[in-house]
């Protein structure tokens, strides 16, 4: 139950891109294929676990005057080890997300959930917060890549889903698509959470 209500939280509640608007900048960049924001999502969740753990494990030892350069040291051990994997085993993804995997060090998900929770709880919750915002943040990025890639290009993770007569909408793909699919995303989050709200007055 604990396991449905956190998962609740990560992906619907308190979903670090939709609710608490974090992480945008790889989400408006990845989100033109399933395939590229899948990856990114793996390898996010993967740091953010791992950094989660070692900052719980660390958070009594470490000052708390020097504990914002001591959380990103850690975090960029953990890209810096994840880059690494990926480019070995994976390079296609690797050269696809480019720049954005070092970014993963500054993603303000992971120094956000790193300050607010890791810091201050023990590693067993720690690990399932990153677990369950990791998820949360990975689908929300395969939700923005999958509209933008549908009506963008005609596919999903490179198949294609139309004959030749559809008509992709181009700007779907380009940066302008991205905001778009954003806004509308941040709209409907917004209106579930009034919706919520207002029952939850009723109820009271």
Do not use: H, W
């Not at 900052?55 to 040291?73: A, C, D, E, G, T």
């Amino acid at each position: 139950m604990q396991i449905l209500e956190g998962l609740k939280k990560g992906v619907i509640t308190e979903n670090p891109l939709f609710v608490q608007v974090l992480g945008t900048c790889p989400s408006l960049a990845l989100t033109t294929s399933v395939e590229n924001s899948l990856g990114m999502g793996v390898a996010f969740t993967a740091v953010l676990i791992c950094s989660n753990l070692a900052i719980s494990l660390l958070r009594k030892l470490v000052p708390r005057n020097i504990r914002i350069p001591s959380y990103i040291v850690v975090i960029a051990s953990f890209v810096t080890l994840c880059e690494m994997i990926m480019n070995a085993f994976a390079p296609a993804l690797y050269q696809a997300l480019g720049i954005f995997i070092p970014l993963i060090v500054v993603n303000c998900v992971i120094l956000g959930r790193a300050e607010a929770y890791a810091g201050l709880n023990p590693p067993l919750p720690s690990v399932m917060d990153g677990l369950v915002m990791g998820i949360g943040y990975t689908c929300a990025i395969a939700l923005m890549a999958t509209i933008r890639e549908i009506l963008g290009a005609g596919s999903f993770m490179g198949i294609p889903l139309f004959g030749p007569s559809f008509q992709p909408v181009l700007v779907m793909i380009l940066p302008p698509g991205a905001f778009i699919t954003l806004g509308f995303l941040f709209a409907g989050f917004a209106s579930i959470k009034n919706r919520r709200a207002k029952a939850a007055k009723k109820g009271v």
